[in-house]
């Protein structure tokens, strides 16, 4: 049992990095600026299912998200944990609305066993720092953090849904705890999501985000319910080996 244990807590370890880490990229100083209409998602208190497999493990877990936007400002609060192990992943989003959309302020993230990191989003200087002191990078509006992004992707689709169509592609910035790089998301087109029993199948419109050619940062996939409000019902993280963290809407409470 404790020798189980403790290889799971390992393989916990693995899939935090797995949720949350990638290839460091050089800082990008010529990256533009990305002004799109933008209507967010209520805000609400959505609860997740996750499955897993890491080297040779299946793993099972829940996750919760909250999701606040009003007055001019948003935050998120994202954890996730695992049987036998526990919390994986702690992480944050805050800011305020802009007219690019969410511009955050502050992203944190806490990962299994290891000292949490952060990146600020200096207005006044229009810099962006992390924890680490490694890099720096211009702010020029439309960045995002890793955790605002499905939301301001979420509110970009349900601003342009005409356009949100398959084939169509979306860059964005998206800064980590450590360094930022470009994010190219494609629309797949529609399929049929099973999710939780309370909310059953829905039609989710599928987008990807797939890793530039060489790099080793995880594939992402993100479906969008639009009869949902647009929130995030099933996301997909696969990294090269092909384990993956899948995370399945079951509840969603609007606040």
């Given at each position: 049992?404790?020798?189980?244990?403790l290889k799971?807590?390992?393989?916990?370890?693995?899939?935090?990095?797995?949720?949350?880490?990638?290839?460091?990229?050089?800082?990008?100083?010529?990256h533009p600026?990305?002004?799109?209409?933008?209507?967010?998602?209520?805000?609400?208190?959505?609860?997740?299912?996750?499955?897993?497999?890491?080297?040779?493990?299946?793993?099972?877990?829940?996750?919760?998200?909250?999701?606040?936007?009003?007055?001019?400002?948003?935050?998120?609060?994202?954890?996730?944990?695992?049987?036998?192990?526990?919390?994986?992943?702690?992480?944050?989003?805050?800011?305020?609305?802009?007219?690019?959309?969410?511009?955050?302020?502050?992203?944190?993230?806490?990962?299994?066993?290891?000292?949490?990191?952060?990146?600020?989003?200096?207005?006044?200087?229009?810099?962006?720092?992390?924890?680490?002191?490694?890099?720096?990078?211009?702010?020029?509006?439309?960045?995002?953090?890793?955790?605002?992004?499905?939301?301001?992707?979420?509110?970009?689709?349900?601003?342009?849904?005409?356009?949100?169509?398959?084939?169509?592609?979306?860059?964005?910035?998206?800064?980590?705890?450590?360094?930022?790089?470009?994010?190219?998301?494609r629309v797949?087109?529609?399929?049929?999501?099973?999710?939780?029993?309370?909310?059953?199948?829905?039609?989710?419109?599928?987008?990807?985000?797939?890793?530039?050619?060489?790099?080793?940062?995880?594939?992402?996939?993100?479906?969008?319910?639009?009869?949902?409000?647009?929130?995030?019902?099933?996301?997909?993280?696969?990294?090269?080996?092909?384990?993956?963290?899948?995370?399945?809407?079951?509840?969603?409470?609007?606040?």
């Amino acid at each position: 049992m404790i020798k189980n244990t403790l290889k799971l807590a390992a393989t916990g370890l693995m899939l935090a990095a797995l949720a949350n880490g990638h290839a460091a990229a050089a800082p990008d100083e010529d990256h533009p600026a990305a002004k799109r209409a933008v209507d967010f998602p209520p805000s609400a208190d959505l609860t997740y299912s996750i499955s897993a497999r890491q080297r040779g493990f299946n793993l099972n877990g829940d996750a919760t998200l909250t999701w606040r936007v009003g007055g001019g400002k948003y935050s998120i609060g994202a954890e996730s944990r695992v049987a036998l192990v526990g919390k994986l992943t702690e992480n944050h989003s805050q800011g305020t609305v802009d007219s690019y959309g969410l511009a955050p302020s502050e992203f944190t993230e806490k990962r299994f066993r290891k000292a949490q990191e952060s990146a600020s989003f200096e207005r006044d200087s229009k810099t962006i720092t992390f924890s680490d002191g490694k890099h720096t990078y211009p702010i020029k509006g439309g960045e995002q953090d890793r955790v605002s992004i499905s939301w301001q992707l979420a509110a970009v689709a349900r601003a342009a849904k005409d356009k949100f169509k398959p084939g169509s592609e979306w860059q964005f910035f998206v800064v980590g705890p450590r360094d930022a790089d470009p994010w190219t998301f494609r629309v797949v087109g529609r399929e049929k999501v099973q999710v939780g029993a309370a909310i059953g199948t829905v039609d989710a419109v599928h987008v990807l985000r797939e890793p530039p050619p060489g790099s080793k940062a995880q594939t992402l996939d993100l479906w969008l319910a639009p009869s949902q409000e647009w929130y995030p019902v099933k996301l997909r993280f696969t990294d090269n080996d092909r384990d993956y963290i899948e995370q399945v809407l079951e509840k969603v409470v609007r606040k």
